[in-house]
């Protein structure tokens, strides 16, 4: 059984920085593409970022890219998203997700089947 487990979440003043990680277990940690996600109460999912399963090919939502890092370690069965210059516009409950099927990393929630449970980022202005 596929297992997601985010950490690192909390509260930061703005321009401040958080690293989020994900550890993955069940499965073979690099047969995954991963994704981040964030939503906020009464919105759907969005996209944040994603890594491909070796971790050579990334991909942003314009409105992180040049602030946020995906990066993953194999070796840990670990996907991290470093994320510096926070605004109080990052505030959501941010997700982790990967998938099999996927070889490059992936902007549409719906083509991840494995998802964590979620942690909260609160950014304060």
């Known amino acids: 059984q596929v297992h997601l487990v985010e950490s690192g979440g909390g509260l930061v003043e703005a321009g401040g920085s958080l690293r989020l990680s994900c550890v993955v277990s069940?499965?073979?940690?690099?047969?995954?593409?991963m994704g981040w996600f964030r939503q906020t109460p009464g919105k759907e999912r969005k996209f944040v970022a994603a890594i491909s399963r070796e971790g050579g090919s990334t991909f942003y939502v314009e409105s992180v890219q040049g602030r946020f890092t995906i990066s993953r370690d194999n070796a840990k069965n670990t996907v991290y998203l470093q994320m510096n210059s926070l605004r109080p516009e990052d505030t959501a409950t941010y997700s982790c997700?990967?998938?099999?099927?996927?070889?490059?990393?992936?902007?549409?929630?719906?083509?991840?089947?494995?998802w964590g449970q979620g942690t909260q980022v609160t950014v304060s202005s």
């Open positions: 997700a990967g998938d099999l099927k996927l070889t490059g990393p992936a902007p549409v929630a719906t083509e991840y089947d494995y």
């Open positions: 069940g499965r073979t940690f690099s047969d995954f593409a």
